[in-house]
């Protein structure tokens, strides 16, 4: 499992549907704008959010054109929490590695929940975007396969309590984690951490992250707009209000996005 894209990987990601180069293209001069301004910040750190083009209708439409892409709505995801036809969608690329990632799970992602997924309004869908080497991946696996037994989120929240790196993402600790959220069958854990399937998944969650342009964690997309950094939490309500507002005037929405 690759942890950075390269030239060659990018370029044919880009070319693989018209459409979505041109929505890739605003995606990614917002976040590198994004990016930019918070230059002076740690690596994954919050930089100040990009609302200027946000009046603009043909931004707009291709925000919109993104989210209908990148929004699965799958049935039974256990990597997302939230009503499957929700009004607003948002995707979230974290690596568990990743020091605000754990800030927005800890701080941000419980007022969400509170205040718009228990509405009905947002759904949250989580990515593995692992950006750190061998053990994130390994702590991406051990999330993926805890989500096989109905504990995703549960070890998901006790992976970001606290920073955790290196040593403290190995298998056994890892297990450990697993078993203090929860998950039942260790045997299948272990056995779902290292199979084939959580290749397809990680990849499948990579391999989109890198089509959009993400270059650093956490990075998010609210209906297609994206958000960078673990932003306070009034943004992100700005954001989702501003979707739902939107939203009304659009098709409900139907199936995944993919």
Not at 7 to 30: Q, S
Not at 131 to 150: H, I, L, N, P
């Amino acid at each position: 499992m690759p942890t950075s894209a390269s030239p060659a990987r990018k370029l044919a990601a880009l070319g693989a549907v018209l459409a979505l180069v041109v929505a890739v293209i605003a995606i990614g001069v917002a976040i590198a704008k994004s990016t930019q301004s918070g230059r002076d910040t740690e690596p994954g750190a919050a930089p100040a959010a990009s609302p200027e083009a946000e009046e603009d209708p043909a931004q707009q439409k291709m925000f919109d054109d993104l989210a209908k892409r990148t929004s699965r709505r799958a049935d039974g995801d256990p990597l997302a929490v939230g009503k499957k036809n929700a009004p607003v969608v948002l995707v979230e690329y974290a690596d568990y590695q990743c020091s605000f990632c754990g800030r927005f799970t800890r701080e941000t992602q419980p007022e969400l929940i509170k205040k718009y997924v228990d509405a009905g309004t947002l759904r949250i869908e989580f990515r593995n975007f692992t950006v750190f080497g061998a053990d994130s991946e390994r702590a991406a696996r051990a999330s993926w396969a805890a989500g096989r037994q109905g504990r995703f989120w549960q070890l998901h929240d006790a992976l970001y309590a606290k920073t955790r790196k290196g040593a403290a993402l190995a298998e056994d600790k890892l297990v450990g984690l697993a078993r203090n959220s929860g998950v039942d069958d260790i045997d299948k854990f272990r056995a779902d951490m290292k199979s084939a399937d959580a290749d397809k998944a990680l990849k499948k969650d990579q391999d989109e992250g890198y089509q959009l342009g993400v270059q650093s964690t956490p990075s998010f997309l609210i209906n297609g707009r994206p958000v960078a950094g673990a932003q306070p939490l009034a943004v992100f309500s700005l954001a989702i209000e501003e979707a739902a507002r939107t939203a009304k005037h659009q098709p409900a929405a139907k199936g995944a996005g993919k």
